[in-house]
């Protein structure tokens, strides 16, 4: 036993004493396989390429995004869709559904009026189940194409954008009396300027046999005509 411990002491010394030795002159006698420092990797270059393909493909998704979001009409395959005869642009604009007067939009297809625009909105949800895919905001006349949701320009929807918002110049106003021209109707019907009648809502009809007399009276009517929603508080006339 006494030989074998004495053994096992000198195999121990000799083993650190090399292995001391070794580590002062700067060598290991390891096998060279894997002692070779492996190839540095060009961890730089291989992350700025990454990047710069991400940055590229970015780059494409946002242009092809931006490229979609406005479409001229000949782009759009349901302009011919709209139904002129069915829009009514007279009565409350509030959602046929919610009631609610933010963000209403209406369906150039049926007429009706639906809120929102983007997804689970009223009028995602009418488009996808009625297949009425043009839509108008009733604010600023814009059309879109739901539910792709691009906006869509196009002269042919001038006519619609002009009777949801008509505005008149000084001449305009001063020809209504001074001669009478005939003008036609989203729905197809001539009418002469100053001659509409006014939607019954809820027996309103004697209300509007007032309105009527009071357009007769060409100062309160060339008051309105040429009325700027913008410079309206700032009227003296309409002041309280």
Known sequence: RRETAMAEAMGANGGSSRKREREESGSDDASPSATAPAPALDTDSESSSTEREARSVEGTTKASTSSL????????????????QRLDFDFDKCCSVSLRKENVYACLVCGKYFQGRGRNTKAYTHALEETHFMFMNLKNGNVYCLPEG???????????????????????????????????????????PGMVGLNN???????????????????????????????????????V
């Open 69 to 84: 979001s406005v479409r001229p009409g000949n782009e759009c395959p349901y302009l011919d869709t709209i139904s002129r």
């Open 150 to 192: 691009y906006q869509v320009k196009d002269r042919s929807l001038e006519d619609i954008k002009r009777v949801l918002d008509p505005r008149f110049t000084q001449k305009d106003v001063d020809d209504i009396d001074g001669e009478s021209r005939w003008q036609r109707g989203l729905d197809g019907q001539h009418f002469l």
């Open 201 to 239: 809502v809820k027996a309103s009809d004697y209300a509007n046999v007032v309105i009527h007399c009071l357009l007769r009276v060409k100062p309160f009517r060339n008051f309105f005509l040429t009325l700027d929603e913008h410079k309206l508080m700032d009227d003296p006339k309409v002041q």
